[in-house]
């Protein structure tokens, strides 16, 4: 009997997140992560020499109870390992799409739209942000999962404060649940 996403790891609209590197990461790298902090009402710090073990600590510290680590491949990033409570939840394959930033996003009000069934469920648990009404659908201050058009691949954007898109698209290749087998 396999159990229940939310028996392992509860939703909890109040949770945030902590966003590092892996090591000696490119200044892409880096922006990527200032940009998700941005987006997402998360902190980013640089992990320097730090072992996973200290990031944990200090995420506790910083009272963040979701560690998110982005890896790279040729100075680019190409995935993130999500951290609950210092245990791993998910890794996502990943690629990015970086345009020209435009407009601002209200970390405040920023909210979670989900287009993707295989992810509807995981998404809010991904991302530290409330989900939408489903009754009030907006494009203001938002993060939305869908589909891409060309890829077929489930694709991050997002919406600033006047619902234009931000110029940040991520594309989620894959992903893996710790103790699942590859998806």
């Known amino acids: 009997m396999k159990i229940s996403l939310h028996k392992r790891f509860p939703h909890n609209t109040g949770k945030s997140?902590?966003?590092?590197?892996?090591?000696k990461p490119s200044q892409?790298?880096?922006?990527?992560?200032?940009?998700?902090?941005r987006a997402l009402g998360a902190r980013s710090v640089n992990r320097g020499k730090m072992s996973l073990r200290n990031v944990f600590l200090k995420?506790?510290?910083m009272g963040k109870d979701h560690v998110a680590i982005v890896s790279e491949?040729?100075?680019?990033?190409?995935?993130?390992?999500?951290y609950h409570h210092g245990e791993l939840f998910i890794s996502l394959q990943l690629?990015?799409?970086?345009?020209?930033?435009?407009?601002?996003?209200?970390?405040?009000?920023?909210?979670?739209?989900?287009?993707?069934?295989e992810l509807s469920t995981l998404a809010p648990?991904?991302?530290?942000?409330?989900?939408?009404?489903?009754?009030?659908q907006y494009h203001e201050n938002l993060v939305l999962i869908r589909n891409s058009v060309k890829k077929s691949i489930p694709l991050v954007e997002f919406f600033d404060e006047n619902g234009q898109i931000t110029g940040l698209r991520i594309y989620i290749l894959g992903w893996k649940l710790a103790g699942d087998e590859d998806t």
């Open 59 to 61: 995420a506790k510290e």
């Open 125 to 136: 648990e991904i991302f530290p942000i409330p989900l939408e009404d489903s009754e009030k």
């Open 95 to 117: 690629t990015v799409d970086f345009s020209l930033p435009k407009g601002r996003i209200n970390k405040d009000k920023v909210h979670l739209r989900c287009e993707v069934g």
């Open 28 to 37: 892409r790298t880096r922006t990527f992560c200032r940009g998700l902090e």
């Open 73 to 82: 491949r040729d100075g680019n990033p190409n995935g993130i390992e999500i």
């Open 17 to 23: 997140m902590l966003i590092t590197t892996s090591r």
